[in-house]
């Protein structure tokens, strides 16, 4: 592409899938982005419409992909490599950061609310 050497009907059929050429456009490249993270935002809203939580697991065979999109987010938020307004929007669902440090301590909480009742 770069020397020219494909020709107007090849360009077409690149154009028709939205394959972007010309890389200098970044805001095209951006919204793309965007949109995909918007898509799978709105995926994960329906997946916590239908479970009651924002917490997919990377092994659900129906919801893989989800559940890596879900997991990279951790990540990113770890990293300090997340949007601001991408931890606001899944702030505002109940998108919980740190699976681990949340359910090892409602989950101990809980038996010791237990163990308290029979006590």
């Excluded at 997919?56 to 997340?82: C, F, P």
């Amino acid at each position: 592409y770069k020397k020219n050497t494909l020709n107007s009907e090849r360009l077409k059929q690149l154009d028709s899938i939205g394959v972007i050429r010309n890389f200098s456009d970044k805001s095209k490249a951006k919204k793309k982005c965007r949109m995909s993270w918007e898509q799978r935002f709105d995926e994960l809203c329906a997946f916590k419409a239908q479970n009651g939580h924002c917490n997919v697991s990377t092994h659900d065979k129906q919801n893989k992909s989800l559940g890596e999109w879900v997991k990279n987010q951790r990540v990113l938020y770890r990293n300090d490599a997340l949007n601001s307004d991408r931890i606001l929007q899944l702030n505002s669902i109940g998108f919980i950061w740190d699976v681990q440090e949340k359910y090892s301590w409602d989950s101990r909480f809980d038996e010791l609310c237990a163990f308290k009742a029979q006590n």
